[in-house]
């Protein structure tokens, strides 16, 4: 205990996140078997979520709309779905994190501990759903025609994640200290995540952007990671450049980290 343990008036230090290692995983055990306890499809659920988007979303833009992706030479489908997946991750990942605190607000007021621990925990979870989906949907990619570059998947699909979880992270962190500080962030995050969503190329591609937005589209972070992702998978489409988006993921994630180190100690107080 005394391993990971801080005072109301410390900062997380490293080492106590790693002292604390053993909680972290048993933790992470409990929040993945009381996600899908008692459900009688279990895990599948990891799968269903993002097929029934995947369904619908091709439904309105693949065969109403006939949205173009003259980018890549794959069906329509197998680009939704890369894009749909990858924002699973992204979108999961950074709204377990910035929930952590106010879900364990009972836990955190019994007792002193890093509370980056809870974050941890809760984008560990999102991650294994995420993996678990991508075991799934890969042989769906392989049957609808696509035929995998193993080395370019191997190299830029970690990267692809990398830099998702650095971005989901450090925006995760920002948004989980101001839903305690200002409760209207409860309403303003869902808002500004779907106005998100139609800004990155999930359900389109780069092909359909006007040119006097090119620059704007550029400067979004996820289309660079989604366009990575579709590079990795699919064969096609322009490779980003990974430097420019993995600073801004990385400068997210150093200021959001420390904005929650920071004011980690007085959540109690703000709540």
Known sequence: ???????????TRLSEIISAKYLIWQLVKRDFTVRYKQTALGFIWAV??????????????????????PEYQAPYAAVLMVG??????????????????????GIIKKIYFPRLILSLVSMTVSLIDFFISVIFFIPILYFMGIRFDVITMLVYFPICVMI?????????CFMAILKV??????????LAMQMLFYASPIVYTQSIVPAQMKRWYEMNPLSGIISL????FLNGGIKPSMGYYLSIAATITIVGTIYFLVNERKVVDLE
């Open 1 to 11: 205990m005394k391993g990971f343990v801080s005072t109301p008036y410390s900062i």
């Open 48 to 69: 269903i979520n993002p097929l029934v988007s995947i369904l619908l979303y091709f439904f309105v833009f693949g065969i109403l709309v006939k949205l173009p992706t």
């Open 84 to 105: 749909i997946l990858l924002w699973n991750l992204f979108s999961g990942c950074m709204n377990s994190v910035s929930d952590s605190l106010i879900n364990n607000m």
């Open 164 to 172: 998702t979880l650095l971005l989901a992270w450090g925006l995760g």
């Open 181 to 190: 500080k200002h409760k209207d962030f409860k309403h303003i995050v869902p």
């Open 229 to 232: 992702g579709r590079y990795a």
